[in-house]
């Protein structure tokens, strides 16, 4: 197009020169010139470019595809199935299906050889498991479409999972679980403590990383027996961005519609339903007694508290979300301006104010059935006591009315960060094939858009008045010397100003 227009234009420069010097200095340069063939432009339905298209095959298995210009696509399954589903099942089982994703099947030998096959198409691939969802994705050139679709079902549907490869699994298991503990930044580790806190032993509260204990126990009868339960048509989606519609179905047919798994008939009668229930409660690692070494990293003790929200199918969702982001935070070497966050409320009523706190930020988590929002803080270990009453504090300021400013600030930062995350074409297609897995269908990002700007401070007092009526979660990590009762941090968030009761000692 660029070329095109670039010859156009010299062209009427030259026939525009030609008639000034022949005698004609007055045309006007807002009509057309003569001698210039009208020019033609692509039109696109604006409605159907944005429109995500669903079909769902005889087998039960959803189509979901979203059409995006560019060479490449993104395509990948989604199971709904995760660690919230091993209530029968020793944990873990999640965590090693994740591993051994993408390794030999009934018709690659190895995983070199789906990467190289991947490779002829300029192509990768991840699998992610999460609580509630595992996803084997795929990104490559479009031409490619129907090697990677045909890959997919081979690696979802048909894995070999030989010894020596669940052999490997085990030894790459235990060495993340040694790295989870050591890793500088305790966020994942504080995030599973959390969860075991707020939903005690059932669902989103069972560990998302295989226990040591569960290492041994997972072989390949186990895994077939899960699989059995959970990697069923009903159960999955088949998402692409990128693609026509009608290629991505030929496709599914072609590989997904009539394919008997290598672990035989599905049993989805076995599908645990179990809906979560929030407990509250406090899980502790006490590290005071942990020699750091001769050049310790600064010694912090974490704190993470929760209340429960809801979950993401209510309408209480988008108010949850414009509050998290009205809270935000982050931690305390963090650099830019308000579009960096720096006028949430943790910055200018946390770090701002107190800088001996390392860190402070909030985040929701939120699921079919529930939700968590947290604020995680961070400071030296004399200093936890004042630390947890600063939260407990912000935890009851949120039901104050929000300020006009900061409430627009907050859904206009969430809006933004909603459509430049919509951007990345693997975005998009974890978007619509998590939206489509949980409910069928897929609101557009003009309907959340509208849904933020309808938030109101109301709405964010009345959601959180009812999430102060439930019992906290609270992980804590590191010298609890100093560390508050969990007894004490409840009657705060029962509290009119968040304050700790008094404690009064002899000696000190």
């Not at 769902?56 to 696509?73: H, I, P």
């Not at 509250?280 to 704190?303: A, F, K, Q, Y």
Request: aromatic share 6%; hydrophobic share 40%.
């Amino acid at each position: 197009f660029t070329t095109c227009s670039v010859h156009l234009s010299r062209h009427a420069a030259v026939i525009l020169y030609r008639k000034c010097s022949s005698g004609y200095p007055n045309i006007s340069l807002s009509a057309p010139l003569p001698g210039i063939p009208k020019p033609v432009f692509a039109a696109v339905d604006s409605h159907e470019q944005c429109e995500t298209k669903i079909t769902t095959l005889e087998n039960g298995l959803k189509v979901a595809s979203q059409n995006k210009f560019g060479q490449f696509c993104t395509v990948g399954i989604l199971v709904n199935s995760g660690s919230r589903h091993e209530t029968k099942y020793p944990s873990g089982i999640a965590h090693f299906l994740e591993k051994l994703a993408f390794s030999s099947t009934a018709q690659y030998g190895s995983k070199d050889e789906i990467l190289l096959t991947l490779e002829k198409h300029g192509g990768i691939c991840d699998c992610q498991t999460s609580r509630d969802t595992t996803m084997y994705a795929v990104s490559a050139e479009v031409k490619g479409l129907d090697t990677v679709v045909s890959l997919l079902s081979d690696a979802v549907l048909q894995p070999r999972l030989l010894d020596e490869e669940i052999e490997m699994t085990r030894m790459a298991v235990r060495f993340e679980l040694e790295d989870l503990s050591m890793r500088p930044d305790p966020e994942l580790l504080l995030t599973e403590m959390i969860h075991a806190a707020a939903y005690r032993g059932n669902t989103v509260g069972l560990p998302r990383f295989c226990p040591v204990e569960s290492v041994e126990k997972i072989d390949k009868k186990l895994l077939h027996m899960y699989l059995q339960s959970y990697y069923c048509p009903e159960r999955m989606v088949l998402a692409g961005v990128g693609i026509e519609h009608e290629q991505l179905v030929a496709c599914a047919r072609k590989y997904l519609l009539n394919v008997k798994p290598v672990w035989g008939a599905s049993t989805p009668t076995n599908v645990d339903l179990s809906v979560a229930q929030y407990t509250g409660g406090i899980v502790r690692m006490d590290m005071s007694d942990v020699s750091l070494g001769p050049t310790p990293i600064p010694e912090l003790t974490h704190i993470m508290i929760g209340l429960e929200s809801c979950s993401f199918l209510e309408d209480d969702f988008i108010p949850f979300a414009v509050l998290n982001m009205m809270m935000g935070g982050g931690g305390s070497f963090s650099a830019g301006g308000p579009g960096k966050g720096m006028f949430t409320r943790l910055y200018l009523n946390v770090l701002n104010r107190h800088h001996w706190m390392y860190n402070a930020t909030s985040y929701h988590h939120s699921y079919e059935d529930t939700g968590l929002l947290c604020i995680h803080a961070s400071a030296d270990p004399r200093q936890v006591r004042e630390m947890v009453e600063i939260l407990t504090r912000e935890f009851i300021q949120m039901a104050g009315t929000a300020g006009e400013m900061e409430l627009e600030r907050a859904k206009t930062q969430l809006k933004s960060m909603l459509m430049m995350n919509l951007e990345s074409r693997p975005v998009i297609f974890e978007d619509v094939g998590r939206q489509v897995l949980a409910t069928g269908k897929r609101k557009l990002p003009h309907e959340l858009c509208d849904l933020i700007s309808n938030v109101t401070a109301s709405d964010i007092k009345r959601v959180t008045t009812k999430m102060l009526c439930s019992k906290p979660a609270v992980a804590a990590l590191g010298d609890l010397t100093e560390m508050p009762s969990y007894e004490h941090i409840q009657a705060a968030l029962s509290s009119k100003d968040g304050h700790l009761p008094r404690m009064y000692r002899l000696f000190r």
